[in-house]
């Protein structure tokens, strides 16, 4: 059997998630914060004061990777945990004033990068491949 890469969704795909965090990267930088770091912000840019287990439900990452991420974050202060008062077990996780100081900036870096990227393709062509990813997304979410 044959495989041939430049055939394969997986290898494209993922050939271009890495383009997208290499350009994201280098534009978030500045802001101090890794492209690891993203998705998590993303997410606590929506709503803050969430449990681990709220994120991780959000983000599809594993559940270690998320802990290490989230150490760093505090440790550069981009968040803070305080004490889940209805599970003493469980532990909230908070924004801190330099994280949401960034919001704005790291949008706009996040918005240039995918703008930059997809000028290739006419505004259908774009609207298009958003709903073939959504799509393809909801698919492998759900198996």
Known sequence: MNFEK??????LVNHMARLFAKELQQR????GIVVG???ILLQLWLKDGVTQKELLGKIDV???TLAN??????RDGLIKRTKNPADA???MIWLTEKATAIR???Y???????????QVLSETEQAHFMDYMRRIIGKMRSD
């Open 6 to 11: 430049e055939n394969s969704a997986g290898y």
């Open 28 to 31: 978030i930088a500045p802001l």
């Open 37 to 39: 770091q993203f998705p």
């Open 62 to 64: 594993e559940q270690a």
């Open 69 to 74: 991420t989230l150490n760093r974050m505090e």
């Open 89 to 91: 077990r469980a532990q």
């Open 104 to 106: 704005n900036s790291a």
């Open 108 to 118: 706009e870096s996040a918005q240039s990068v995918n703008a930059e990227a997809l």
